[in-house]
C-alpha cells in the first residue's frame, strides 16, 4: 500500500492533515479564521502521543465531530486530548480482521456509521455509537463474496449504492449487504486494481486503474476507458469530481483535469515546475467547502488550488521547524 497526504477542514477551521514519516504521524494546523484558516502552527502528533503507527493513510470526523485516524497500527479516535484504539477491545482483543487500515468513508445515508477498508483484513462496517462491527471478506469459493481483501476506496453512489474499490476488482453491495456484484477487466475495465472512485453529476461512477481511466454508467453497466496515453502515465492514484463538474486526476506522473463535454484532459503544471524535470506523483485530491482544491504529492508537499488567483500555495516540510 501507498502512503498519501489528505488535507480536511472541520466546524472550527482546524486542518488536518495525515503524513507518512519516521518521526511524524500526522499534523494539525490551528489556524487563524483572521487570516483565511491558512496560516497558523502545525501540531505534530506521533507515537509519543500515543500513535499507533506513522504511516497515517486516512482520516474521517465521526457523527459527534471526533477525528477518526486509520493507520498501519490500527484504528484510533482522537478527541482532541488522548488517542483511543478502535481496532482492539480493552483487553487487547482484535476487533478488526487486519491492523492495516488504510481507508474510511463515514456512510451520508448513515453518519453514525463509518465504513473501514483495511490492507488484508476485508471491509468492515462500525456503529460509532453502539460499537458495532460487521465484516466482509474474500471467499475463494463465493463468487458473490468481496473480490478481494486489500480495500482501495469506498462510496456510497447518490443512487444508494455501495461501492467497493480493491486491489482486484470493483465491487457493488448488494441492497441486502449479503455479498457483491463484481466488476473487473472482463467487464471492460482497463485493469483490475482500482486506485480510487467517484461520483459526477449524472451518476456515473470515475475510476483510477493501475492502468489508465474508465468511467461506469452503473444503471447500463457502460464502461468507458482512457489508455494511459491521455495522462501520460498509467496509474491513476486518485480523482475527485469537483462542484464545477470538472474532474481532477492525480497519477503518477502528475496532476490533470477532464472539462465536462469535452474530451480533453490537460496537465496542470506546480508550482517551481521546470521543463524536463522529474514529474511528481499526486496521491490525493480533496475540494474543500470553499471551492479551494488540496494536492497530496509524493515530494512536493501540499498544495493548495486557489480559484480566485488561480494559483497554487504550498506547505512543505522544513527541517529546521519543528
Same mark, same amino acid.
Given at each position: 500500500?501507498?502512503?498519501?497526504?489528505?488535507?480536511?477542514? $472541520?466546524?472550527?477551521?482546524?486542518?488536518?492533515?495525515?503524513?507518512?514519516?519516521?518521526?511524524?504521524?500526522?499534523?494539525?494546523?490551528?489556524?487563524?479564521?483572521?487570516?483565511?484558516?491558512?496560516? *497558523?502552527?502545525?501540531?505534530?502528533?506521533?507515537?509519543?502521543?500515543?500513535?499507533?503507527? #506513522?504511516?497515517?493513510?486516512?482520516?474521517?470526523?465521526?457523527?459527534?465531530?471526533?477525528?477518526?485516524?486509520?493507520?498501519? =497500527?490500527?484504528?484510533? /479516535?482522537?478527541?482532541?486530548?488522548?488517542?483511543?484504539?478502535?481496532?482492539? !477491545?480493552?483487553?487487547?482483543? %482484535?476487533?478488526?480482521?487486519? $491492523?492495516?487500515?488504510?481507508?474510511?468513508?463515514? !456512510?451520508?445515508?448513515?453518519?453514525? /456509521?463509518?465504513?473501514?477498508?483495511?490492507?488484508?483484513?476485508?471491509?468492515?462496517?462500525?456503529?460509532?455509537?453502539?460499537?458495532?462491527?460487521?465484516?466482509?471478506?474474500?471467499?475463494?469459493?463465493?463468487?458473490?463474496?468481496?473480490?478481494?481483501?486489500?480495500?482501495?476506496?469506498?462510496? %456510497?453512489?447518490?443512487? =444508494?449504492?455501495?461501492?467497493?474499490?480493491?486491489?482486484?476488482?470493483?465491487?457493488?453491495?448488494? !441492497?441486502?449487504?449479503?455479498?457483491?456484484?463484481?466488476?473487473?477487466?472482463?467487464?471492460?475495465?482497463?485493469?483490475?486494481?482500482?486506485?480510487?472512485?467517484?461520483?459526477?453529476?449524472?451518476? /456515473?461512477?470515475?475510476?483510477?486503474?493501475?492502468?489508465?481511466?474508465?468511467?461506469?454508467?452503473?444503471?447500463? *453497466?457502460?464502461?468507458?476507458?482512457?489508455?494511459?496515453?491521455?495522462?501520460?502515465?498509467?496509474?491513476?492514484?486518485?480523482?475527485?469530481?469537483?462542484? #464545477? =463538474?470538472?474532474?481532477?486526476?492525480?497519477? /503518477?506522473?502528475?496532476?490533470?483535469?477532464?472539462?465536462? =463535454? #469535452?474530451?480533453?484532459?490537460?496537465?496542470?503544471?506546480?508550482?517551481?515546475?521546470?521543463?524536463?524535470?522529474?514529474?511528481?506523483?499526486?496521491?490525493?485530491? %480533496?475540494?474543500?467547502?470553499?471551492? %479551494?482544491?488540496?494536492? *497530496? #504529492?509524493?515530494?512536493?508537499?501540499?498544495?493548495?488550488?486557489?480559484?480566485?488567483?488561480?494559483?497554487?500555495?504550498?506547505?512543505?516540510?522544513?527541517?529546521? $521547524?519543528?
Amino acid at each position: 500500500m501507498l502512503i498519501h497526504s489528505r488535507e480536511m477542514l $472541520d466546524s472550527s477551521a482546524t486542518a488536518w492533515r495525515s503524513s507518512p514519516g519516521a518521526l511524524i504521524g500526522f499534523l494539525v494546523l490551528v489556524a487563524s479564521p483572521a487570516l483565511g484558516g491558512l496560516d *497558523g502552527e502545525w501540531r505534530h502528533l506521533d507515537l509519543d502521543d500515543g500513535l499507533a503507527h #506513522t504511516s497515517v493513510y486516512d482520516l474521517a470526523l465521526d457523527s459527534r465531530g471526533f477525528l477518526l485516524i486509520a493507520s498501519e =497500527g490500527g484504528l484510533q /479516535r482522537w478527541d482532541g486530548y488522548e488517542l483511543t484504539p478502535l481496532h482492539r !477491545d480493552p483487553d487487547g482483543t %482484535r476487533r478488526l480482521l487486519s $491492523d492495516n487500515v488504510g481507508h474510511l468513508y463515514r !456512510d451520508p445515508a448513515e453518519p453514525r /456509521r463509518i465504513w473501514i477498508g483495511t490492507w488484508g483484513g476485508g471491509l468492515s462496517r462500525l456503529d460509532i455509537v453502539t460499537g458495532e462491527l460487521r465484516s466482509w471478506v474474500h471467499d475463494p469459493g463465493d463468487e458473490t463474496s468481496l473480490s478481494d481483501d486489500r480495500i482501495q476506496g469506498i462510496l %456510497r453512489d447518490s443512487g =444508494g449504492r455501495l461501492w467497493v474499490a480493491t486491489y482486484r476488482g470493483l465491487n457493488r453491495m448488494t !441492497d441486502d449487504g449479503a455479498g457483491f456484484r463484481r466488476y473487473s477487466v472482463a467487464d471492460g475495465l482497463p485493469h483490475d486494481r482500482i486506485w480510487t472512485l467517484d461520483e459526477d453529476r449524472r451518476g /456515473r461512477l470515475w475510476l483510477g486503474t493501475g492502468d489508465g481511466l474508465a468511467r461506469l454508467a452503473p444503471d447500463i *453497466g457502460e464502461i468507458r476507458e482512457w489508455d494511459s496515453g491521455v495522462l501520460g502515465h498509467p496509474e491513476v492514484r486518485h480523482l475527485q469530481v469537483l462542484s #464545477t =463538474g470538472e474532474v481532477w486526476i492525480g497519477t /503518477r506522473g502528475g496532476l490533470h483535469r477532464h472539462l465536462p =463535454g #469535452t474530451e480533453s484532459f490537460p496537465r496542470i503544471p506546480f508550482p517551481s515546475e521546470r521543463p524536463g524535470e522529474r514529474r511528481q506523483s499526486v496521491n490525493f485530491i %480533496r475540494e474543500d467547502a470553499e471551492g %479551494r482544491v488540496w494536492i *497530496g #504529492t509524493h515530494r512536493n508537499g501540499l498544495l493548495l488550488w486557489r480559484p480566485e488567483s488561480r494559483d497554487f500555495r504550498a506547505f512543505r516540510h522544513r527541517a529546521d $521547524d519543528a
